[in-house]
């Protein structure tokens, strides 16, 4: 489903991605993590095609990224910081969003989930942090896609609203979707992820499950494998020169 070869991103010096290549192609929940600035939004965007790498390719669902944008009908997209027009309406917000993705979509069923059926008529500068969010939310899981990308999604989420993340996410799972998300939430990685993808100065430093990094790190928690890791990994980087 997605398919990475030596991927390189430069910021001017800042050299944000290192030779990325990654297969992605079970249906499952991937979590990619790594601390800020490590590359994860970047690689995100790069799949999606937010971001024009400087070389390597992506293949999304069979599809070179470089080649076309149709294949972005394949994919939901949920960005960190999602900024739209203050004075629309919750609801004119969704129709345009249908109207550019030209797919006719149901929300009905995540507006009563969230129980956002009484901030439609609302402008979006009126919304709290947190209902802004439900709001992506419902743009993020609008469409039926095969890829669903989501990139700090439960920033601001109220515990029942992450509950009803937590819902969505693994109903998408059971039906065969692929979930790339980054998150710094590691309890929610434990609970749904099946693969960990853990970056670090813009490089894949670890791929595996929960298991994996932990016999890898001889830690007992995520929390602390993930430090171990990137603590003796940053290391080798300073010996590397």
Not at 53 to 61: E, L, Q, T
Not at 71 to 84: C, D, G, M
Not at 121 to 128: P, Q
């Amino acid at each position: 489903m997605i398919e990475i070869r030596e991927l390189n991103k430069h910021y001017n010096r800042n050299h944000v991605l290192k030779d990325i290549s990654l297969d992605i192609r079970e249906p499952g929940i991937y979590a990619i993590l790594g601390p800020n600035g490590s590359g994860k939004t970047t690689l995100l965007k790069s799949i999606i095609g937010l971001v024009i790498p400087d070389n390597g390719s992506i293949n999304v669902c069979g599809t070179k990224v470089s080649d076309t944008h149709l294949y972005r009908k394949e994919v939901s997209y949920l960005p960190q910081i999602a900024r739209f027009p203050d004075n629309l309406r919750v609801f004119e917000l969704i129709k345009l969003i249908k109207e550019i993705r030209n797919t006719e979509a149901d929300e009905s069923d995540l507006l009563k989930l969230f129980h956002l059926e009484p901030e439609l008529k609302k402008r979006l500068r009126n919304l709290s942090g947190g209902t802004r969010q439900k709001v992506n939310m419902v743009l993020g899981f609008l469409f039926d896609t095969p890829l669903v990308i989501l990139d700090e999604p439960t920033v601001s989420l109220d515990p029942v609203a992450l509950g009803k993340f937590k819902k969505i996410i693994s109903d998408k799972k059971q039906q065969g979707k692929i979930i790339l998300y980054t998150t710094h939430i590691m309890s929610l990685v434990e609970e749904f992820s099946d693969k960990i993808i853990l970056l670090l100065d813009g490089k894949i430093i670890f791929k595996g499950g929960l298991k994996e990094i932990l016999d890898e790190s001889g830690e007992k928690s995520l929390e602390n494998a993930i430090s171990q890791l990137v603590e003796t990994n940053g290391q080798k980087g300073s010996i590397r020169g």
